[in-house]
């Protein structure tokens, strides 16, 4: 009786050919949802992945409507709360200008490094106005990054650097130990 989904379990996990040995793979694909609705921007995340999980991000809006987007991921301390801090976010010493100082923009040009990749291979790392996070960057619609989950367990909080309003965060769980999907 166990033999099978035994099997289908381990095929599960060998199918996905992911480098990062140190995070063993789910099999599971999360999305993120960049979307307008009703004229607001916001990301729509679930509200856990786990660890091993592939989370993808889709860019589901118009750049000629809304302009392009970051996937940022900022320590919970560096996302900007308020209004004013919004509005100051693209200057020197503040996370939307550091955002796209870490996937090498420099003005009007797309950035250079696209994903900017910090720590661990795949999503891991929050980064701040010191140190270099994981961020993507996507001025098309239906253009999509998928990596895999290397966070360790806890909050993964996140941004747009062009919208800096558009704020989210996903709790990270710990990869069950032993066969998954039991
Ligand atoms: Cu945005």
Known sequence: ???????????????????????????????????????????EAPSSVTQGDELEIVNDTNPKQVGPHTFSLV???????????????????????????????HGEEPPSINPSEAG???????????????????QKKGSSLTQVVSANAGTLYFMCAVHPWMQGKIQVKAPTVGVPGV
């Open 1 to 43: 009786m166990l033999a099978v989904p035994v099997a289908a379990a381990l095929s599960l996990l060998v199918a996905p050919a992911i480098a990062d040995a140190a995070v063993t793979p789910t099999g599971v694909t999360d999305t993120i949802h960049i979307v307008l609705v009703k004229g607001k921007l916001k990301f």
């Open 75 to 105: 320590t919970k301390g560096s996302l900007p709360k308020t209004p004013p801090a919004r509005k100051s976010c693209f200057t020197p010493t503040h996370i939307c200008l550091s955002i796209a100082k870490w996937q090498g923009a």
């Open 120 to 138: 661990p291979e795949g999503w891991s790392t929050m980064g701040t106005i010191a140190k270099t996070g994981d961020s993507w960057f996507t």
